[in-house]
């Protein structure tokens, strides 16, 4: 089978099982596949987007699979633009995105023999974060139909490295008409009763959506992270951090939800106490402190606790000024996106509970790829507001090209206090010189972030206040803020 029939046929087979979406980096030995998601697209029956680098394509895909629950594909071509896929492929696999990573290669037999931008194995790249699939140059029909089909079964992300021989392409071939049915399966889902009483709390981190309803189901106070998708509603605490001061050493139970990771002290707490968990389908088990006593996929309460118990977790707090700017863009967002910095920690301290559409990267809480990762949930929601720190941005700064994506409605803004401030609660803090911590941790940067959204076409502004804020808020996407803090 030729390179450009063998593509043609593995995304025609793809499409079929639901995949609608291709992002696809330029290169030489991928060039057929490049072909056969165009001719979807022209087809409508797929999109494509085209990005400069693989790094930034790969987060914007995680980004789209995140925000739709479907699976997105990844199309690059063979060497280290294969091994810019690893970030966004390492965050998928420890938050259960789907993301299909379709690498080119060379043939089998250039491996270990000096052949131009050919890795010694590149099938299998990406180890335990990818299931590893592979199709050969001389790959029949049904052998990538069944490749086809276990992409499409995978929660997470899973590789196709495929194998293409010269000629790479040949535009005149059209894109067969492919009938994959994939079904998935049906898991038994185990339940556990969980006792209720007036000395249980119950937590959400990331992926603990449905916290929310057993907390209210037993009247029980809801410890919810920003990014769980569960702060909201009459249970959950507006400054639980500051509630768990009040109520110390009366808390003996806690009920946890998805994959909490912002604070110290929930940490604490889940150490200290009798820990029952509803495992997450998306972010895997939970038991850092292996502790944990009970665990199931859906956990039910037995009971009502008292509401002196939840009455007992109302305290009252001034916010400071940072506390005010992040609580602000917290309540003027409908769709929000949280990078990992001091911002969403601060916002843990004192969000109001809310009913928002809320997104992050909790899987391993890194900054790379953030700005990349709202531009696919802008482009496939819509109007969304990313809050970030200044270094988080710059980290992922060659994520505001928009080359081939349009005018996106995304709103970046960014807390800048020049630097990471987020290690100056780190033991180290007090451990070295203030100088050495500075250059080693807080990092300070000094880059003109007016000059930096002119050169990729954003709108900007700065703001020194609130007031400030609230009329560069007006701007439309894609725009850059800068709340300077």
Request: glycine letters at 8%.
């Amino acid at each position: 089978m030729s390179s450009q029939s063998l593509s043609n046929t593995l995304l025609a087979a793809l499409n079929s099982g639901g995949l609608k979406r291709f992002f696809i980096a330029p290169g030489s030995r991928s060039q057929a596949l490049a072909i056969a998601a165009a001719k979807l697209e022209t087809s409508d029956k797929a999109t494509t987007h085209v990005r400069l680098d693989e790094r930034s394509l790969a987060f914007t895909a995680l980004g789209t699979a995140l925000a739709t629950k479907e699976p997105a594909a990844v199309i690059v071509t063979s060497g280290t633009a294969a091994g810019n896929l690893l970030p966004a492929t390492l965050e998928a696999h420890h938050s259960g995105v789907p993301l299909i990573l379709i690498t080119a290669d060379r043939p089998a037999r250039l491996r270990a023999a000096g052949a131009n931008q050919t890795l010694d194995n590149q099938a299998g790249l990406f180890g335990f974060a990818a299931k590893s699939l592979e199709l050969e140059v001389d790959a029949t029909e049904s052998e990538i139909l069944q490749v086809a089909t276990e992409a499409l079964a995978c929660s997470g992300p899973v590789q196709i490295n495929v194998q293409f021989d010269l000629p790479l392409s040949d535009g005149s071939l059209q894109v067969p008409v492919i009938r994959l049915e994939h079904q998935p399966e049906d898991t038994e889902l185990t339940k556990l009763s969980v006792p209720v009483d007036e000395s249980t709390v119950v937590i959400a981190g990331a992926g603990g959506g449905a916290a929310r309803a057993f907390a209210e189901a037993a009247n029980l106070p809801l410890l919810a992270e920003p990014s769980s998708g569960a702060r909201s509603g009459s249970h959950a605490l507006q400054f639980p951090l500051k509630a768990l001061e009040k109520v110390q050493g009366k808390i003996s139970r806690v009920v946890v939800f998805g994959k909490p990771t912002l604070s110290r002290p929930i940490q604490r707490l889940i150490s200290e106490s009798e820990v029952w968990v509803e495992r997450s389908a998306d972010y895997g088990n939970f038991d850092p402190h292996q502790n944990v006593k009970f665990a199931a996929d859906r956990l039910i309460p037995s009971g009502r606790a008292g509401d002196a118990w939840l009455q007992s977790f109302q305290v009252e707090y001034q916010l400071d000024e940072r506390e005010q700017f992040v609580s602000w863009v917290w309540n003027s967002s409908e769709r929000l996106v949280l990078g990992a910095s001091e911002l969403i920690r601060e916002l843990d301290r004192v969000a109001p509970p809310r009913d928002l559409e809320i997104y992050s990267n909790r899987g391993l809480a890194g900054i790379d790829g953030t700005v990349s990762t709202a531009l696919g949930i802008a482009l496939s929601k819509g109007e969304t507001t990313l809050l970030v720190g200044d270094l988080t941005l710059l980290h992922d700064a060659g994520g505001l090209n928009l080359s081939d994506l349009g005018q996106l409605p995304l709103r970046i803004v960014v807390g800048n206090d020049n630097g990471g401030r987020i290690f100056s609660g780190l033991e180290v803090a007090s451990e070295i010189s203030g100088a050495s911590f500075e250059r080693l941790f807080t990092t300070p940067q000094q880059v003109d972030l007016a000059a930096l959204a002119a050169a990729y076409g954003w709108k900007y502004e700065r703001c020194n206040s609130l007031a400030q804020l609230t009329q560069a808020w007006k701007l439309s996407g894609p725009a850059l803020i800068a709340y300077q803090l």
